[in-house]
């Protein structure tokens, strides 16, 4: 524990405050994600910005790709939820049949080891093919949770178990740290989530 604790300290020293602050940001966001307040975007915009920078730092080229998309994300997922997909007030919570899933992970699969080649033979990215899984299916959750569809707490867990691992390997402590929490807050979001789809479907 205390190897750990030197581990963030000596980061958060490396960093100056960039990565506290992204890390942050990134809390704040899951937070109000989970209460499905709309200020989370913000947060996520805040967060993103500042991560496209540090994983470029550490050679994580899809990480820094994906932060980029996610920024986009944020103004996407701000839009889609204050006015909703017919203009209603508030976005619903709505549940995709399994088929959309299925189809939407073989593709995922397909395009992450196109894209993982790509890496290993035309770059010196750090774990070019789990780094290409991780980024495309998190760019599919990031659109599920900007429609407020209810199984992207299933990818977010996959994606954020694997995610400790990749950032603790590139020294990235507090990011990974911060993943860790996320698996912790998931189900928190799983069912706050789908008690806001039963009362809305009754």
Request: hydrophobic share 60%.
């Amino acid at each position: 524990m205390s190897t750990l604790a030197q581990a963030l300290a000596e980061q958060a020293r490396a960093y100056s405050f960039l990565e506290v602050i992204a890390v942050a940001a990134a809390v704040l966001y899951l937070l109000l994600a989970i209460r499905q307040n709309i200020w989370c975007w913000f947060f996520a915009a805040i967060s993103t910005t500042l991560y496209v920078l540090i994983f470029i730092d550490v050679r994580l080229y899809m990480e820094a790709v994906l932060n980029g998309f996610y920024l986009c994300m944020a103004v996407y997922g701000w839009h889609t939820w204050r006015h909703g997909r017919h203009g209603e007030s508030a976005l619903p919570v709505t549940s995709w049949a399994p088929a959309i899933h299925l189809q939407a992970i073989a593709i995922i699969v397909v395009v992450a080891v196109i894209n993982g080649y790509l890496l290993d033979n035309w770059t010196n990215a750090a774990f070019p093919y789990i780094d290409s899984m991780t980024t495309w299916a998190a760019i599919w959750a990031t659109f599920l949770v900007a429609r407020k569809v209810l199984e992207n707490w299933w990818y977010w867990l996959a994606i954020d178990i694997v995610s400790v691992f990749i950032y603790w390997q590139r020294d990235l402590q507090l990011t990974a740290l911060l993943f860790a929490v996320y698996v912790v807050m998931i189900p928190f979001g799983l069912i706050s989530w789908t008690r806001s789809r039963r009362e809305a479907r009754a």
